[in-house]
């Protein structure tokens, strides 16, 4: 099966860059995604890495480390709107399924 | 935005009666899903479909039943409801193919189900 650990809460200011860890134990998986989501809203698509290293998409940068079963995302110049639950999803192999972790909400303050 | 709608948007319902929620797209997208979310549990994957008449369970199916008559719509079914299954529902769309190397799914509103 496919397990996925990540801290349940991070807080940030404005400004700063944040990143969000997940580490995970699987049996075989094809990418890991981010996905956002907001208090009372549907998860949306962030970011997707396939291979290992950085990906950057604006303000918003995911890594994926296969040898060390992790990865992260890395938000930079941290807004208000970016107060929000973030999950990381392994892309299971053979199967167009996502297994997500329990997802991290970050608060960001003034 | 993806052309994912949900319905009903809310219920409420009692335990022991048969509870049928429907996610329609218009996306023409192959694959179909329906997660349940929790707190503390994240997104958990009930069903999923792979093209009309073609369905198979998550990691949390027991207790749910889903069809597909036709590729825009795919149908969630509580034939019992119990107080276990108050939770959020979303349905979601991707346009992968089996085995595909990537994949984005498109999430909808969400349904949020009160099982009393």
């Known amino acids: 099966g496919q397990s996925l650990e990540q801290p349940s809460e991070v807080t940030a200011v404005e400004g700063a860059i944040v990143q969000i860890n997940c ?8 990418g890991l995604s981010w996905y956002q989501q907001h208090d009372g809203g549907a998860p949306t698509f962030l970011s997707y890495n396939a291979l290992d290293g950085l990906e950057e998409t604006g303000r918003f940068s995911s890594f994926l480390s296969r040898s060390d079963s992790y990865g992260y995302l890395l938000l930079q110049e941290l807004q208000m709107k ?10 299971n192999s053979g199967y167009s399924t996502l297994t997500f972790g329990k997802g991290t909400m970050l608060l960001v303050s003034p | 935005d993806a052309g994912i709608t949900q319905s009903p948007r809310h219920k409420v319902t009692e335990t022991g009666t048969p509870v049928t929620l429907r996610c329609h797209q218009t996306e023409n997208h192959r694959y ?3 997660y349940r979310q929790d707190p503390g549990h994240g997104l958990r994957l009930i069903h999923y479909s792979y093209g009309v008449k073609d369905t198979d369970k998550g990691e949390v199916s027991d207790g749910y039943s889903v069809s597909r008559s036709k590729t825009e719509d795919f149908l969630l079914t509580l034939e019992s409801a119990t107080s276990s299954q108050t939770s959020v ?12 190397y990537t994949d984005t799914q498109y999430f909808g509103p969400g349904t949020r189900l009160t099982v009393l």
Do not use: P
């Open chain 1, 23 to 30: 580490t995970y134990q699987t049996s075989g998986f094809y």
């Open chain 2, 32 to 34: 179909m899903y329906w």
């Open chain 2, 89 to 100: 529902y979303f349905c979601a769309i991707s346009e992968a193919e089996r085995g595909s």
């Open chain 1, 82 to 91: 970016d107060s929000a639950s973030y999950f990381c999803a392994v892309l």
